[in-house]
C-alpha cells in the first residue's frame, strides 16, 4: 500500500509539472488539452475538466480505474475517451498528451492531407519520435464516433492527429508522451514554414531505417 500511495503521490506531481511545462512555453492555452499517466496497478490519473494545464493542483486530479470508471477527484474532462482508447489499444502507454497546441491544429485544418501521413519526415526525430502520423476524421468534442475512429489508428500508432482539433500522442513515460507531442508540434511549425519552397525531406529509406529502430 505504501508503495502504490508514494507512486500516486509522484504521478500527480509530475502530471502537473508537465502541464505548467507545456502551458508556459505556449503549447496550450486556456482551460484546453490534457494529460494523463497510467499507474502500475492500470488505474489512471488525469488533468480534470476545465483545469488549465498551468495551474493544476495535484490532489485534484481525476482518478480512473483500470476499466476506465471515474473513481474521485475532480470532474474528468469529457476528452477522457481519447486517453482511455490509447492506454486500451496500447498495453504498453505509461502515459499520453492531448493537446490544441496551435501549429498542429493549423495543420490538422489543412486541406489536402494525406490522411494515412499527415506530415513528410522533415527530421530524422520526428520519425523516431512519432512515425507516422494518421489523420481522424472531424468528429464534435466528446462525440462517441471520435472514440471509435481513435481506436482504429490507436493499435498501430502511438500519435494521431485530430482534424480540426489537435494531437493525441501515447508513450511508454510520461516524458516520452510529453517529447513526442513537442516534437511533433515543432515538425508542424517547420511544415508550415516550408509551405511554397521547395523542400527535402528524408527518403523512404531513409525514414524506414529509423523507423525499425
Known sequence: MTNILSEVTKVRDRICAVGRSVFDRGLTFGST???SARLSDGSMLMTPTNASLGTLDPAKLSRFSPE?????????????FLHICMYCKRPSAGAVVHLHSTHSVA?????????AD?????????????GRLPLIPYFAPGDVQL????????????AVLLANHGPVVAG????DAQYATEELEETAR????LQGHRTRPLTEEQADALRQR
Open 190 to 193: 517547420l511544415f508550415l514554414l
Open 107 to 115: 495543420v490538422s485544418a489543412m486541406a489536402d492531407l494525406d490522411p
Open 172 to 175: 511508454n513515460t510520461l516524458e
Open 118 to 130: 499527415v506530415l513528410p519526415p522533415l527530421t530524422a526525430y520526428y520519425v523516431m519520435r512519432v
Open 147 to 158: 472514440a471509435r475512429a481513435v481506436e482504429e489508428k490507436a493499435e498501430s500508432h502511438h
Open 68 to 80: 476506465g470508471n471515474f473513481i474521485d477527484g475532480d470532474k474528468p474532462t469529457k476528452e477522457s
Open 33 to 35: 488539452g490534457n494529460i
